[in-house]
């Protein structure tokens, strides 16, 4: 009886921890990955001070060779994007929240007039899904792990298949 009694005392207290405060802070979680989607769209680097963690991390298998593991690396990587396809634009199509992660379904788009990289610019214009998980810590975004579909986006820009240097012309 006892064990009923302090299971049914943990409910209450778990229904009351979790009511409309754990609410309220997924509800602020989603409007800070929509804060810090509006910041990169508008290329307001400015506004990361308020929206990253000084030690931000982003992951991607995508880009294994960008490594970010602060909030100015992660800058320099933005301003690269912004220089290759300075039109670029990410909509969200879906955000889900639980805890302290927030997920993003949405898309890239934007017209490649510069290069990124050791990818040459084409001109060519394309358009991504990719999906996101952020991880908030005290209000602010402390990780984003990012995968999208890189075929598709070498393809749509007229980067792939690779052009065949083998032949002499």
Not at 22 to 51: G, M, P
Not at 56 to 81: G, K
Request: hydrophobic share 45%; with cysteine; net charge negative.
């Amino acid at each position: 009886m006892k064990s009923i009694t302090y299971l049914s005392a943990v409910l209450i207290l778990f229904l009351f921890a979790c009511g409309q405060p754990c609410e309220d802070q997924i509800t602020a979680n989603k409007e800070l990955i929509n804060v810090f989607t509006e910041a990169t769209n508008n290329a307001d680097w400015a506004a990361f001070d308020s929206l990253l963690t000084d030690d931000f991390q982003r992951h991607c298998q995508a880009t294994p060779d960008a490594i970010v593991e602060s909030r100015e690396a992660f800058v320099q990587l933005q301003e690269a994007f912004l220089a290759s396809c300075p039109d670029q634009k990410i909509t969200t199509h879906m955000l889900i929240a639980e805890g302290d992660k927030v997920a993003a379904y949405a898309t890239y788009s934007g017209t490649m007039i510069g290069p990124l990289g050791d990818l040459p610019a084409t001109g060519k214009s394309m358009e991504s899904k990719f999906m996101t998980i952020f991880r908030i810590e005290d209000g602010r975004i402390a990780e984003l792990w990012v995968e999208w579909d890189n075929l598709s986006m070498l393809t749509q820009l007229g980067l792939f298949p690779p052009a065949d240097t083998s032949r002499a012309e």
